[in-house]
């Protein structure tokens, strides 16, 4: 065996790289949950709609129960989950659910705007200059949910594609309160 393939195969069975790579993500993850957990309230976020209107969390969706929904159109799993999406807000809007679906800053506009209307997405679209993801705890990954309840208190975070059953189980909940 020559050096050079002595030296790849000891590289690629090093414990030590893994032991780094499980901190890194314990330090990322251990970051979103300080930046994010002790925060159980929604931030004070204004969301600019595809149309330009303005909606605030603090005046516009106080009192509500409400949906907001980090995405992307390059996100596959994005993608993926926003007909279960739509058909979620469809069961739940007429006992009072609103929703925002927040495009990233980075997905470009016309995109957004093609996706939302090829589709007939039936809640708001805006766009994020990036100011959203930072209140809401530095949403990096999408697609990334969060449930409030009337008293503006964040009910669940979800990363990832949600359980439906599970986020019906609470907007259920969460509407029929108070």
Not at 8 to 16: I, M, Q, V, Y
Not at 55 to 60: G, L, V, Y
């Amino acid at each position: 065996m020559s050096q050079g393939t002595q030296e790849t195969s000891a590289r690629g069975k090093n414990p030590l790289r893994y032991i780094v790579m499980a901190v890194v993500a314990g330090v990322i993850a251990c970051t979103g949950y300080f930046a994010f957990g002790g925060q159980q309230r929604a931030p004070d976020a204004t969301f600019t709609l595809l149309s330009g209107q303005k909606i605030t969390t603090s005046a516009d969706l106080k009192g509500k129960v409400y949906l907001v929904n980090f995405w992307a159109t390059s996100c596959e799993t994005c993608m993926k989950e926003m007909p279960e999406m739509i058909n979620t807000y469809n069961r739940f809007k007429d006992r009072g659910l609103e929703f925002v679906a927040v495009a990233m800053s980075y997905d470009a506009p016309m995109y957004v705007t093609n996706y939302a209307q090829t589709r007939n997405l039936p809640f708001k679209v805006a766009m994020d200059d990036g100011s959203a993801a930072k209140q809401f705890g530095n949403v990096q990954l999408t697609p990334t949910t969060f449930v409030i309840d009337k008293d503006g208190k964040i009910l669940k975070r979800y990363v990832g594609e949600p359980t439906f059953a599970e986020l019906d189980a609470l907007l259920d909940k969460a509407l029929k309160a108070g």
